[in-house]
């Protein structure tokens, strides 16, 4: 069964940094693209970025309110991705999603049960 | 990048059903015919029920189903259950390895 387990969320103030994980099992890895998504509360969901994998050059992408600010990662040898984010503004509050697509597939499978993060002083 | 456009909400009675409307443009749903829905209940992990505009992952109910015309795409979920009461995304590959959501559409079971 494959899962997905997010970590790292909390307070944070604003102009602060935080950093997510996310722990993956039960599929290929290195088969698979790596997705952040958010939910702020009583809004709709925003795609955050993705990392490919070795074979793609670990080639990542982000949506326009967070290049710049935030940084995908992942470490293949622990199965895990990473969410950095910098610069961190109370617009960022929201649950962030780890989910995943597999290459060739361009929809997510598999999600986490989601991480909060609350930008505020 | 502007969201997908969805219908902030719509109801249907059980056994009723119900479409769900994915608007996009020429760049993305009008270019690609990859959407692919999604249902979220509160607190819980968003779940696909359709991908590529049509298909079905296994597991999914045959009620969940989906298509695309022009820049438009739809989820009909026909034989409404309580259980289907719930926040609806469509969603899609752009361009440049990106991707967008709907708005989100909240699905009443009256």
């Known amino acids: 069964e494959m899962q997905l387990v997010e970590s790292g969320g909390g307070l944070v103030q604003p102009g602060g940094s935080l950093t997510l994980s996310c722990a993956a099992s039960?599929?290929?890895?290195?088969?698979?693209?790596m997705h952040w998504v958010r939910q702020a509360s009583g809004k709709g969901l925003e795609w955050v970025g993705q990392?490919?994998?070795?074979?793609?050059?670990?080639?990542?992408a982000y949506g326009a309110s967070v290049t710049g600010r935030f940084t995908i990662s992942r470490d293949d040898s622990k199965n895990t991705a990473y969410l950095q984010m910098n610069s961190l503004k109370s617009e960022d509050t929201a649950v962030y999603y780890c989910?995943?697509?597999?290459?060739?597939?361009?929809?997510?499978?598999?999600w986490g049960q989601g991480a909060l993060v609350i930008v505020s002083s | 990048q502007p969201a997908l456009t969805q219908p902030a909400s719509v109801s249907g009675s059980p056994g009723q059903s119900i479409t769900i409307s994915c608007n996009g443009s020429?760049?993305?749903?009008?270019?690609?015919?990859?959407v692919s829905w999604y249902q979220k209940h509160p607190g819980k992990a968003p779940k696909v029920l359709i991908f590529e505009g049509g298909k079905r992952p296994s597991g999914v109910s045959y009620r969940f189903s989906g298509s695309r015309s022009g820049n438009t795409a739809s989820l009909t979920i026909s034989g409404l259950q309580a259980d289907d009461e719930a926040d609806y995304f469509c969603s899609s590959y752009i361009y440049s390895n990106s991707w967008i959501f709907g708005g989100g559409t909240k699905l009443t079971v009256l």
């Open positions: 020429t760049s993305d749903l009008g270019s690609y015919n990859l």
């Open positions: 990392i490919k994998g070795k074979v793609h050059s670990y080639a990542t």
């Open positions: 989910t995943r697509h597999e290459y060739g597939d361009f929809h997510f499978d598999s």
């Open positions: 039960g599929f290929i890895f290195t088969g698979s693209a």
